[in-house]
């Protein structure tokens, strides 16, 4: 399967526990393949370098930039051809996850961005949020099947496993 992630969800894999992690797990075992573009990579470096995260990556004993391009080794790069205009008047930055999904032929887009999950689909690509939520919220059903059936660790009942705030490596081959 083929998913596009936008830059919080894979921030959010690369440095903590949980479903977005869970994610890179699945792509790292070539059960689905992460599309990325150029774009997505620079906002994502561009993101990971604020001070913030400063004392993660130092903790981890890697830099922004090596993260990125650990990330990038793990992804497909695509070349995005434009959208005819904006779909996301609200957060512009949104339509880059959006022309790389239609690019890369992707199955799915994952979000935690309220603009793009708004949207549900994008020209027949489902938008969905990485986060387990309980059952009633049946968007994420299709997430959690897919995490499920790959990880045998992964939520059960639609609820949350580990806590975003166990400190953990980052995500990386070292």
């Known amino acids: 399967m083929r998913i596009v992630a936008d830059t919080n969800t894979v921030l959010s894999g690369l440095l903590w526990q949980g479903t977005p992690r869970r994610l890179l797990d699945l792509a790292r075992e070539r059960k689905i ?3 990325t573009s150029l774009e997505l990579l ?3 470096a561009e993101v990971m370098a604020r001070d913030k995260f400063a004392e993660r990556l130092r903790a981890a004993g890697i830099s922004a930039i ?3 391009q650990d990330y990038a080794r793990l992804t497909e790069v695509v070349t995005p051809d434009a959208l005819p205009g904006p779909v996301t008047e609200r957060d512009p930055d949104d339509d880059h996850v959006l ?4 690019s890369a032929k992707a199955r799915l887009i994952v979000s935690g961005d309220s603009h793009l999950l708004d949207l549900k689909a994008f020209q027949g690509i489902p938008i969905h949020a990485a986060i387990c939520r309980s059952r009633r919220h049946r968007r994420n059903i299709a997430i959690v099947r897919l995490l499920r059936s790959s990880h045998p660790r992964a939520p059960s009942r639609g609820r949350c496993s580990e806590s975003s705030q166990v400190r953990i490596p980052v995500y990386c081959d070292r």
């Open 99 to 102: 022309a790389c999904a239609v």
């Open 42 to 44: 620079a906002e994502l």
């Open 33 to 35: 393949t992460l599309c």
């Open 66 to 68: 090596e993260l990125v």
